[in-house]
């Protein structure tokens, strides 16, 4: 009997070991880049981790004391919650302005409350976040390691041209513990580098549009650990799950258009940037301040499509039936000559 009962135990062990390696694919991580290395990364279009790269002295310095020292009185706009789970669709949090050092305390405790920050502009959503602009006391604590190949002039003249990246924004973004952050993609690639804490990332390629009941950019599902996600939405069975955990010091290579969702295991303090595409310099809308707009060729497609949409429902069902077929067969036909 109780050889029978260890035998299933290590079945169902290893169904479940099977199940998850199933369900979770593999983010590969790496030391030591070099440029041409890096640059062949980010053309394979999939995560990547990157440990321990020269991301300057905020890896050792940043803490509470040094912040004290620095910014204390400095004014941050934050989205407080009485869920760890921030949902964007539903808003299920309001906006509060803290001194940094107050909000630094409430964030790190545990009081029922649920804190983030996410850097923006000077004037409120019209400017793009910007350590250098927004905190300048602690901006050269951040540098980028030379295998970015950030270009060093500020207002560089020439983007769509010059062969070096172009940084779009850097964004602080500090959790409480717990708090994780709606599924969404951005139209920019970025880098998440983590700082303070742990950080669990799960994404999804951008194939799987059709399983995450997407809101515009955001997904509606919003706890992507319930155990009964299938019953509510049961295509997101079908998505190809990536997982890793950031500690300290990892920064992790998140390309555009992939969806991503993050939770901090621990309060935790990271930067990220975001930088452009020289392909789609004109190509992005210019009122984006959060790399998350959708292009602009993008937005006319979608507003020409309600049209059509609108004109094929006012016939009758069999013939809008047909005709919105006729449409969707054009539009696979489109997909499938895409290499
Ligand atoms: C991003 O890097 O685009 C994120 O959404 C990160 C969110 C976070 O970790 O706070």
């Known amino acids: 009997m109780e050889s029978f009962f260890s035998i299933s135990c290590v079945h169902v062990f290893s169904v479940l070991i099977v199940l998850f390696m199933k369900m979770t694919n593999h983010i590969e991580t790496f030391e030591n880049l070099t440029s041409d290395k890096f640059d062949s990364l980010v053309e394979q279009d999939l995560p990547f981790i990157i440990r321990q790269a020269a991301f300057g002295?905020?890896?050792?310095?940043?803490?509470?004391?040094?912040?004290?020292?620095?910014?204390?009185?400095?004014?941050?706009?934050?989205?407080?919650?009485?869920?760890?789970?921030?949902?964007?669709?539903?808003?299920?949090?309001?906006?509060?302005?803290?001194?940094?050092?107050?909000?630094?305390?409430?964030?790190?405790?545990?009081?029922?409350?649920?804190?983030?920050?996410?850097s923006i502009g000077n004037h409120s959503s019209k400017e793009i976040a910007n350590l250098s602009e927004q905190f300048p006391e602690i901006a050269n604590d951040v540098e980028y390691p030379e295998f970015i190949n950030f270009c060093a002039e500020e207002n560089c003249p020439n983007e769509n041209e010059c062969p070096n990246r172009h940084l779009f924004s850097s964004v602080l973004r500090i959790s409480s513990r717990n708090l994780s952050i709606w599924t969404h993609y951005d139209v920019m690639e970025n880098i998440l580098l983590q700082i303070i804490g742990r950080k669990k990332v799960i994404l999804f390629p951008p194939t799987d549009a059709p399983f995450l009941y997407l809101k515009g950019d955001k997904s509606e599902i919003i706890d992507l650990e319930a155990h009964d996600l299938d019953k509510k939405y049961p295509m997101f069975n079908n998505a190809t799950r990536y997982e890793c955990i950031l500690e300290p010091g990892d920064s992790l290579f998140i390309p555009s258009m992939w969806f991503h969702n993050t939770k901090a295991l621990e309060y935790s303090i990271g930067v990220n940037f975001f930088w452009k595409n020289p392909q789609l310099i004109h190509h992005y809308d210019r009122n984006d301040f959060y790399g998350n707009k959708d292009l602009k060729l993008a937005t006319h497609a979608y507003v020409n499509l309600d049209k059509a949409l609108q004109h094929l429902n006012k016939l009758p069902d069999k013939y809008r039936k047909f005709y919105i077929s006729m449409c969707i067969a054009k539009l696979n036909k489109s997909l499938k000559s895409i290499s």
């Open 57 to 118: 002295s905020c890896l050792r310095n940043w803490n509470k004391d040094y912040f004290g020292q620095k910014i204390a009185s400095k004014q941050v706009s934050v989205h407080v919650s009485t869920s760890p789970l921030l949902d964007f669709i539903n808003k299920n949090f309001s906006y509060c302005v803290y001194d940094f050092i107050e909000f630094l305390k409430l964030c790190s405790e545990e009081n029922g409350l649920y804190y983030y920050l996410r």
